[in-house]
């Protein structure tokens, strides 16, 4: 039944071929389940919540990628997508109720959908130029990074303005330096799932040092998702005009897709003629995930490109994504040792703020950090494809990479880079190179900026 529903035959794989797949699959990327409860938390999400909707939403939109397209791909949270919603768009200047934020995701979902039939997605990727793609990725990783560092103890803000080294001989910068150098060594060495192994690792170290304590149990039932099940206020987005933040949300979670689609697609041999076979149901698949996910309380789906180890592992169909997402169903009764794991570790330090010595609390999360740190060196890789020859092309892209980690903002990131680029093509007489969507785009972002309260 297996063989028939997945072709294994047609595609030359096997049952236990296609199971070593699955797993390596999700040993590389069971790390968001570390990673997602502690970033949502900072936007004030129940962790416990955040943790049982992770594992539930990566596994139903897993299983759709597989029944639907037959890709060997995992679906999850994705990394840069859930810092853009709880940095920028919940901690940040606009300070929006988290609950509003997940009804724009649910929104941006949905747009996902509707747009399906009507080749505006396909339109949109072949509008933005290579440049800003690779900018914006890369962008994101020197975000996701930046913050990684701060987690880590190993850079911190001093006195309000500038970034400073941490201390490094505290027991949180110690422990999160001896998870960085074991991941990056496994890295470096190619082992399947160092990530998460960089994890497990550091929280040994954490619990060595006294950062962590021994979980009360190793399996338990799941945290409810109640605090978060149903929570989103979709007309409050609507209302506060959240319609830029919508847009980010479609266009990263298309882009990304897209981008994990390609790469996989290229090195499994999936490719037919330069075209991606059913990629509308792999498409959609993510669509229904990303709104599914907006309604149990979490953040934008993508396609993992993690996925590429168990196509690495000789998968090739979605039977692979099958047992990825069991297992990730069953990682849902190992709460108590996430729980600790993810757990943050308050210091206390006193700075001179003002000319003034003053004591300041904050929270530092040394065990998964470095985990950060790791992928966000991946996603800047992505640097490599901009035209750096050619300055209307260059310029955008580097203005697009330094904005977004500069102002804690991916959404002014893109459209400083959306501007600029329209802005250099029109006064050098290439106003051709520039698809008529990056005009519209920039011209609505030059609204948003222009237009007091319009978001």
């Not at 996701?144 to 027991?171: K, M, Y």
């Not at 319609?243 to 479609?250: M, S």
Request: aromatic content about 10%; charged content about 10%; proline content about 4%.
């Amino acid at each position: 039944m297996l063989s028939d529903l997945f072709k294994l035959k047609e595609n030359q794989t096997d049952l236990r071929t296609e199971s070593l797949a699955g797993l390596t699959t999700f040993a590389t990327m069971a790390y968001i389940i570390f990673v997602q409860p502690v970033v949502l938390g900072a936007a004030g999400m129940d962790r416990g919540a955040v943790f049982t909707s992770t594992c539930l939403v990566t596994a139903f939109s897993t299983l759709l990628m597989a029944l639907l397209a037959n890709y060997p791909v995992g679906v999850a949270p994705a990394m840069g997508h859930n810092f853009f919603f709880a940095f920028t768009v919940v901690l940040g200047p606009m300070q929006i109720a988290w609950q509003t934020a997940l009804g724009a995701i649910f929104l941006s979902g949905v747009i996902f959908i509707a747009t399906s039939s009507f080749g505006f997605r396909e339109r949109i990727v072949a509008a933005v130029p290579d440049s800003l793609k690779s900018s914006i990725a890369a962008g994101i990783g020197l975000f996701i990074t930046l913050i990684g560092l701060e987690w880590a103890g190993l850079v911190r803000l001093h006195a309000e303005t500038f970034l400073t080294l941490g201390d490094l001989h505290s027991r949180a910068a110690v422990v999160a330096m001896i998870g960085l150098i074991a991941t990056i060594i496994l890295m470096a060495r190619k082992i399947k799932g160092a990530i998460l192994l960089g994890i497990i690792i550091a929280a040994i170290a954490g619990a060595v040092a006294g950062i962590i304590h021994k979980p009360d149990a190793i399996v338990s039932l799941p945290p409810s998702i109640a605090p978060t099940f149903f929570k989103l206020d979709i007309a409050g987005a609507i209302s506060q005009n959240l319609f830029a933040i919508i847009f980010v949300f479609f266009f990263l979670d298309l882009f990304d897709t897209v981008g994990s689609l390609i790469g996989i697609a290229k090195q499994s041999g999936l490719m037919k003629d330069g075209q991606l076979p059913r990629a509308g149901r792999a498409l959609l698949a993510d669509a229904i995930g990303t709104t599914g996910s907006a309604l149990v309380g979490n953040t934008t789906m993508v396609s993992y490109i993690e996925s590429a180890a168990g196509v690495a592992a000789g998968g090739r169909t979605g039977l692979a994504g099958v047992v990825v997402a069991v297992l990730f169903l069953a990682a849902i009764f190992f709460s108590p040792i996430v729980s600790a794991i993810s757990g943050g570790y308050s210091i206390t330090e006193s700075v001179f703020i003002g000319g003034q010595m003053v004591s300041r609390t904050f929270t530092l999360y040394p065990i998964t950090s470095p985990a950060l740190i790791v992928v966000g060196s991946l996603m800047i890789r992505a640097v490599r494809d901009i035209e750096w020859d050619d300055f209307t092309e260059s310029f955008p892209a580097f203005l697009t990479l330094a904005m977004i980690p500069l102002t804690f903002n991916i959404t002014d990131g893109i459209a400083f880079g959306f501007i600029s680029y329209a802005l250099l093509k029109l006064v050098t007489g290439r106003g051709r190179e520039a698809h008529w969507l990056i005009y519209l785009f920039s011209i609505l972002f030059v609204l948003r900026y222009a237009l007091p309260g319009l978001h």
